[in-house]
């Protein structure tokens, strides 16, 4: 069965021709400095850990004890010297007081009481910069749930944005043609002062940063949308809306498993000119597990083309397995897996590992348990392309 664990939809106006995810950290294996996309962290809080209870049934990053801050410093590069930027992260709230994004005093996304505010700073125009600062604008829940934190500025149209699952809860509308105002050699640092209040619980996961850059020009289409999402348990559908075209050819919508490397799924044709607002759709019929990155690729009638911003879905292909006997007492035979080569996991109810074994090509797998308390435990088996999680319980 393939289910939907989380769909980031994001609204713009223009394409853009270098629109690119500069930074990428999921957090589901050690070294959590381990960057999915782009420079690894240089450095890290000794107990910090990629941990269980993520957010959408994956691993997240959790502070872990002793109590210490996250601080996850990723070092000054050019590469975050961006017109403009998108930065994402869920999180779900063990404290008061945290930083979710900080690069010295160009970018700084912090909570303070529970209430998040946004402070920035853009060119002037003259070699200096204004600042931007939010006050107050959100007061995160104490409540056990991820949500999807998001800031954007768009350097085009001078506009600051911040989102909560994809709904705006505050705006600023600066000066057009804005570039951001950075320090060059400051760092990225991501959780300072976070430590989890030192209850040992995953509270991050899903880190995107992107850039997005200034436009040189007039672009031939206006978006209204673009989003991506799971229409059933099989595919995954891509729908964008326009609001005006000048000599659009054809759309070519792009996947890519890691936001580098892309291939195309589906061309669709424009409408060549148009000033209605006009709807189109294509669909994923073979979602990649885990997290898949998709994108529009715009083409004139001159062969002339510019990239959409992109948007991903993360997909988790779960398969059912069998376990006898149910509950335990001595050994426990794992059926039904395939022959897929494979790890399988045993954790307690607190989440620590207590068996693990890597499975050959066989369909099943014995454990001894003869020597666990009596309980009830979690069984993880996970392929590379398809997962199951299964409850057991030992009982002597």
């Not at 007081?97 to 125009?125: C, H, P, T, W």
């Amino acid at each position: 069965m393939k289910n939907l664990l989380l769909t980031i939809v994001v609204f713009f106006k223009t394409f853009d021709v270098q629109s690119q995810i500069i930074s990428h950290f999921d957090w589901d294996n050690n070294p959590v400095t381990q960057a999915t996309v782009g420079p690894d962290a240089a450095s890290v809080s000794s107990s910090a850990i990629a941990d269980i209870n993520g957010a959408n049934d994956s691993n997240g990053l959790n502070p872990g004890t002793p109590k210490k801050d996250i601080n996850l410093t990723i070092p000054a590069s050019s590469l975050f010297d961006v017109e403009g930027i998108d930065v994402k992260i869920d999180y779900q709230r063990e404290e008061n007081q945290a930083f979710f994004f900080e690069r010295g005093e160009g970018l700084k996304i912090e909570m303070n009481s529970g209430n998040i505010s946004i402070g920035y700073r853009v060119q002037d125009g003259l070699g200096g910069f204004l600042s931007i600062a939010s006050g107050n604008i959100y007061n995160v829940p104490y409540d056990d749930l991820y949500r999807t934190y998001q800031f954007s500025y768009d350097p085009n149209t001078g506009t600051g944005t911040f989102l909560v699952d994809g709904t705006s809860v505050w705006r600023n509308d600066g000066p057009d043609n804005r570039n951001l105002f950075w320090n060059s050699s400051d760092d990225v640092i991501i959780g300072r002062l976070m430590d989890g209040s030192g209850r040992d619980k995953t509270c991050l996961d899903n880190l995107v940063i992107e850039r997005i850059p200034a436009s040189q020009s007039q672009l031939p289409v206006e978006l209204e949308n673009f989003t991506a999402a799971l229409q059933d348990e099989e595919q995954v559908g891509i729908e964008w809306t326009t609001v005006s075209e000048k000599d659009n050819d054809f759309f070519t919508v792009e996947r890519s498993a890691d936001g580098v490397q892309w291939e195309i799924l589906e061309q669709v044709s424009g409408a060549g000119n148009s000033d209605d607002k006009l709807s189109y759709h294509a669909v994923d019929q073979n979602p990649l597990n885990n997290r898949s990155y998709y994108r529009l690729r715009q083409t004139d009638f001159n062969g002339t083309y510019t990239y959409s911003k992109i948007v991903s879905v993360f997909v988790e292909i779960k398969i059912k397995v069998e376990i006898f006997p149910n509950p335990a007492t001595q050994y426990i035979e794992i059926q039904n897996i395939g022959e897929e080569p494979g790890f399988i996991t045993l954790h307690d109810f607190s989440g620590q590992v207590v068996r693990q074994l890597k499975k050959a090509e066989h369909t099943k797998a014995t454990i001894n348990v003869s020597d666990l308390p009596n309980g009830i435990y979690l069984l993880q088996f996970d392929n590379g392309t398809a997962k199951a999680v299964e409850q057991i319980m030992i009982s002597h």
